[in-house]
């Protein structure tokens, strides 16, 4: 099959966050069986920075922003929409990551006026909104886009009640996992020999890395661990960054040293870091679909997550980790018991391992995206 994949922003800092990551496990897992996969997204940096997907055709559009700021509801890529006029016919299959922005609603809608069979997954980015300005919005192109599509997939209950919700009960809706691979469950040993524990996700308020980064100067002087914040600034890095200023000012190099906010990486590498880890720590509040829970659990790590991550029952149900409230208290306790119970730890990692292998494993998703895509055709 031709598969066209079509994303908001694919950046090298991982900038778009889960949905970026779902889009391009897919591309490659698709590719691995025998597809011809392209993969289009806007860009905020040059056409030649678009990441290397091992068998997948990768092609990125500059974005530029309608008003002010860069934010992705507002970007525009016009280089995309007419390549996807003028290249459209070459596919089969379309299947659009589709957020409420006008880079991949018109792409979508573009699609379906060439009869290409569009498919649609929202991420959690298409909830009820009663402003005006999204009325209009989703009158003109979101309704539409999700009406017209083949399959609009979800991730879990709460998403298609907002789903229905936002766009009604006529589409097709159905159920389809955020598939992640499977890494090497050996993980190599730090040099220094301590454990680290790490947050890595967007520095935005939601995140609560602010939050992450306060329990780490409190546990780092009591305990032989390290506190890692890795991810792209989203309002929340000069916040990080004065924590750390305040705690090295009053310890001494050493323990000073613990804590530290290392730069982006991009998404291909992020596998990779999570192997030098111990323990993976999202505090975010009312976080839907965090990808970055999964490829923690995937990698064999104990994950401390809120009771508002969508992802909470998944974590507590395979006892793979712990699910907190949203204080400090209880993120602190959470982590105090994991770094004190390394065998615990050990074994609720190996737990998150096996549920991720059961019932989110990519080939397994690649094989449910075929029987729509067929279904389709």
């Not at 979508?108 to 005006?132: D, E, F, Y």
């Not at 955020?178 to 996700?201: I, K």
């Not at 004065?242 to 001494?252: H, Y």
């Not at 290392?262 to 999570?274: C, Q």
């Amino acid at each position: 099959m031709r598969i066209l994949q079509v994303l908001t922003l694919l950046s090298p800092a991982g900038e778009f966050g889960g949905p970026a990551t779902v889009a391009v496990n897919q591309s490659r897992a698709l590719a691995q069986r025998g597809h011809a996969v392209t993969l289009i997204a806007g860009s905020f940096d040059e056409p030649g920075s678009a990441p290397d997907v091992p068998g997948v055709r990768v092609l990125t559009f500059p974005t530029r922003a309608v008003g002010r700021g860069r934010g992705f509801a507002r970007i525009v890529a016009p280089s995309m929409l007419r390549w996807i006029r003028t290249h459209a016919g070459d596919f089969d299959v379309a299947h659009v990551h589709l957020g409420r922005d006008f880079v991949t609603l018109p792409a979508a809608r573009l699609l379906s006026w060439g009869n290409v069979p569009t498919h649609v997954q929202t991420h959690g980015m298409i909830n009820p909104r009663p402003s005006l300005p999204y009325q209009v919005i989703d009158r003109a192109l979101t309704i539409p886009a999700v009406r017209h599509a083949r399959t609009a997939f979800y991730l879990n209950d709460v998403e298609l009640r907002k789903l229905r919700a936002a766009i009604g009960g006529s589409p097709r809706y159905s159920y389809l996992g955020n598939g992640v691979p499977l890494p090497d469950a050996v993980r190599p040993a730090r040099p220094d020999g301590l454990p680290e524990v790490l947050f890595l996700a967007r520095l935005h308020p939601r995140k609560r890395a602010v939050t992450f980064a306060r329990v780490a100067t409190e546990l780092a002087p009591r305990f032989p661990a390290r506190f890692t914040i890795i991810g792209p600034d989203e309002g929340d890095g000069p916040a990080v960054d004065e924590v750390l200023r305040d705690f090295r000012a009053s310890q001494d190099a050493e323990v000073a040293d613990r804590i530290r906010r290392e730069a982006p990486i991009p998404g291909g590498r992020v596998t990779e870091r999570l192997a030098q880890a111990a323990i993976y720590v999202l505090p975010s509040i009312h976080e839907p679909l965090p990808m970055s829970v999964l490829e923690a659990m995937a990698a064999g790590l104990p994950v401390v997550v809120t009771d508002t991550c969508g992802f909470a029952g998944l974590v507590a149900d395979a006892d793979a980790g712990l699910v907190v409230d949203d204080s400090m208290g209880a993120l602190s306790a959470a982590l105090i018991g994991l770094l004190t119970d390394p065998a615990r730890a050990r074994a609720q990692g190996l737990r998150g391992r096996h549920a991720v292998e059961q019932h989110w494993g990519i080939t397994s998703i690649a094989r449910q995206l075929e029987e729509h895509y067929d279904a389709a055709g």
